[in-house]
C-alpha cells in the first residue's frame, strides 16, 4: 500500500524567512503533485513533476523530485503572509491512469509578520 | 465558467437521511472522483469512473453509491446519513493517459446532526 508522508504537518515561520517542506513515498513512482488548499476552498494544483530530476518554480515556491529517493521538495523563498495555507503532495501509481492521486496529510503553514 | 462544479456546497442534516451531491466538468475530462476530506484534513479517494464504468470503489459503506450517467457528470447519493459522514465531499476530474493532475471541485461541507 502506497504511503505518502509530509514533514512537517504544521509550519509557523516568520516572513523573509525561507523553509522546505517534505514528501517521502513508499512506492516507485515518477509522478508526483503539489496542491495548495486555503481554509474552506478547494484544491489549487501548483506544480506536476513527472520525471526524476524534475524542478519547477513559480514565484517565490520552487517544487523538486527525486524519484531514487522517492522524496520531493516544496521550498519556499523569502515568505509572505499570502503563502499561508495548506499544501499537499500526492502521489501517482497508475501513470495517468484512472486511479487518482494518493495525498499526503498535509502541511499547514502558517506565515507571520 | 467553473470547470468543475459541485452542489451543492452546504448540507445540514439529520441522521438516517439519504441526501446527493452532484458534480460536473466541462473540462472534457474522461475520468472523475470523489474524494472525502476529514476533519483533520486528510484528503482520501472515495470512487472513480472512467467512461461512466466503475474503477476503484475504496472501502466506503454499501450507504455510498456514486452514478455516473455520463462522462461528463458524477454523483453522490447517501443513505441513512450518520455522524461520520460529516466531511468535505470533493469532486475531481482528469484525462486519462494525461499528466494525472486532478481538477477539483469546490467541495461540499457535509455536516449530518
Known amino acids: 500500500e502506497l504511503k505518502v508522508e509530509q514533514n512537517p504537518l504544521f509550519l509557523s515561520m516568520q516572513e523573509g524567512k525561507n523553509y522546505t517542506i517534505y514528501c517521502n513515498y513508499s512506492t516507485t513512482s515518477d509522478r508526483l503533485y503539489w496542491y495548495r488548499q486555503d481554509p474552506g476552498k478547494s484544491l489549487e494544483s501548483l506544480f506536476v513533476l513527472l520525471s526524476n530530476g524534475a524542478v519547477k518554480q513559480e514565484g517565490r515556491l520552487m517544487a523538486s523530485l527525486d524519484t531514487k529517493a522517492r522524496l520531493s521538495t516544496l521550498h519556499i523563498t523569502a515568505a509572505v503572509h499570502d503563502l499561508s495555507a495548506t499544501y499537499f503532495c500526492a502521489v501517482d501509481l497508475a501513470r495517468g491512469g484512472a486511479d487518482g492521486l494518493t495525498f499526503g496529510k498535509g502541511t499547514h503553514l502558517i506565515i507571520q509578520p | 465558467d467553473t470547470a468543475v462544479s459541485q452542489t451543492p456546497k452546504y448540507l445540514v442534516t439529520q441522521m438516517g437521511n439519504d441526501k446527493s451531491i452532484k458534480c460536473e466538468q466541462n473540462l472534457g475530462h474522461d475520468t472523475m472522483y470523489w474524494y472525502k476530506q476529514d476533519s483533520k484534513k486528510f484528503l482520501k479517494i472515495m470512487f472513480s469512473?472512467?467512461?461512466?464504468?466503475?474503477?476503484i470503489n475504496e472501502t466506503v459503506p454499501n450507504r455510498f453509491s456514486p452514478k455516473s450517467p455520463d462522462k461528463a457528470h458524477l454523483n453522490l447519493h447517501i443513505n441513512s446519513l450518520e455522524l461520520g459522514d460529516s466531511a468535505v465531499y470533493f469532486c475531481?476530474?482528469?484525462?486519462?493517459?494525461?499528466?494525472?493532475?486532478?481538477?477539483f471541485g469546490e467541495g461540499s461541507r457535509l455536516t449530518v446532526l
Open positions: 475531481a476530474s482528469s484525462r486519462r493517459g494525461g499528466t494525472g493532475e486532478l481538477f
Open positions: 469512473y472512467n467512461n461512466k464504468e466503475l474503477i
